[in-house]
């Protein structure tokens, strides 16, 4: 543990004569400040797309599975009688909040988007909706569905599993995506990072050579390389993940014209989340860094 | 110090070492010589570790070369005080910087070493170039620097390669009296070189035994120097 922390105080406190050891880089220090800075900022992105898509798969299935319909078609003169028995069984069942037959006017605003206001719902077969809130524990759907042919046989029950479920599959499927993205950014830096530290360290190959035989060990050498690598890392991710926030942060609410798009940034404590991306972009670097320069230093005595 | 034995060298080419076994004792002077591309300069690559053996064994400070960790090569490299041919200088360090390096490298604190920089700077005569950058310094400036590098980590062994290499007879012989200086306070001491006069130089000052390579050997060379 106390040799963790002399190496993370080594790492970041540094050791100003075995930083000038190095000569200073002048792009190659910029590159990688903005490679990190640019895959910080995706990574924000793709972190919102899946807490986003996350919390929509979650909100689809506990909003739609709370609620279910029941359709009861009967000719004009059972309709009353069987929507009263369908009701009766449903104040019975197991699992069941409330269940409340919707009136002629709501069930006339439920069409008006599909017929126009002036439909003569009177004169239509129409069938009668009961609307049915689970409590906590849900009721049993199949045994239901048993007891309803029995009382009314008229009603059908629409526990919006058929539609819900592609809906959150589809949901699922994009935070998935989410998470690849990041895995996918987190590799890549990895991948930069080591193109260049193998650069920088194949432009310093003389210093490296002249350090190892003045009798400077492994280590000391890598770390010259780490402890830049590490800190471009970490600054460059930390201005890209700022960045990022403040654009998800000032994303125009989208909440009226509803949809997928309205959940789209961090909401509560998931602020929280993306500030681990620059300390992750400086492990990542740290990792790659150390793991190139340690394998050049091998290939030379 | 450094021990040879039945060593033998070769490289993509060809066999440039055969059956070599010599050893270095505490407090010797010797020159090594030849005629340049015999082979100086990988032999004391074989001493300070650069360089692997093919066959046999290079014993340095009582352990076997071949079984050193990189870590081990390291630690041992700090006894042995190396000027190379071509002086290898950090370019982008001043002097004093440069001369340090091996302190600072070993983790020691060069400034708390400070006036022992100085003494040695003054010592080599470059106390007036401690902020000059090597590529601003001379050839002979540089070979001193090296020299200085060589030994601020008061080492056991101090190899040169041709420390004389491009600078004037006269600046050869401060270079030689230093060496000279440096195997009185009791430094083990290898001159590669190929100035037969440097060599007569010095064994009018100090008894310095002279090794030659040839045909792939190191022999002792006679009194014929």
Known sequence: ?301 | MIELQNVAYSYGGGELFNDISLKLAPGSFHFLTGPSGVGKSTFLKLCYMELAATSGQVRVFGADASQMTRDDIARNRRRIGVVHQDCKFLDHLPLAANVALPLTVAGRDASAEAANLTELLNWVGLSQHTDALPPQLSGGERQRAALARAVIMSPDVILADEPTGNVDWEMSQRLLSLLVELNRMGKTIMVATHDLALIRAAKAQVGARVLRIQNQSVQLAGADL
Do not use: C
């Open chain 1, 1 to 301: 543990m106390n040799q963790a922390i002399v190496a993370l105080r080594a790492l970041f406190v540094g050791d100003v004569h075995a930083d000038r050891v190095v000569p200073p880089t002048g792009y190659t220090a910029w590159l990688t400040l903005f490679v990190s800075g640019a895959m910080a900022f995706l990574a924000v992105f793709a972190l919102a797309l899946s807490l986003a898509t996350g919390r929509l798969a979650d909100r689809w299935s506990s909003e739609l599975a709370r609620s279910s319909t029941l359709r009861i078609s009967a000719p004009s003169g059972q309709m009353a009688a069987q929507t009263q028995a369908a009701l009766e069984v449903l104040r019975t069942t197991p699992g069941v909040a409330s269940a409340r037959a919707l009136d002629e006017a709501e069930q006339r605003a439920l069409l008006e988007p599909w017929f126009g206001p002036d439909l003569p719902v009177d004169s239509l077969p129409i069938p009668q909706l009961i609307e049915v809130i689970e409590d906590n524990d849900g009721f049993d759907a199949e045994g239901l569905r048993q007891r309803l042919a029995g009382e009314a046989p008229g009603a059908v029950l629409d526990d919006h599993t058929r539609w819900r479920t592609p809906l959150v599959k589809a949901a699922d499927r994009l935070r998935l995506l989410g998470v690849i993205s990041i895995i996918l950014i987190a590799a890549t830096t990895a991948a930069m990072i080591t193109l260049a530290a193998n650069a920088a360290l194949a432009a310093n190959l003389q210093v490296i050579r002249v350090l190892r035989l003045v009798g400077a060990r492994d280590v000391y050498i890598a770390r010259a390389f780490v402890r830049r690598f590490t800190l471009r890392a970490l600054v460059g991710a930390g201005v890209g993940t700022v960045l990022a926030m403040i654009a998800v942060a000032i994303l125009p609410d989208a909440q009226a014209a509803g949809g997928f798009l309205t959940g789209l940034g961090f909401q509560g404590v998931h602020w929280l989340l993306p500030l681990l991306i620059p300390p992750l972009a400086a492990i990542v670097s740290f990792w790659a860094t150390r793991t190139a320069a340690l394998r050049t230093l091998g290939g030379m005595t």
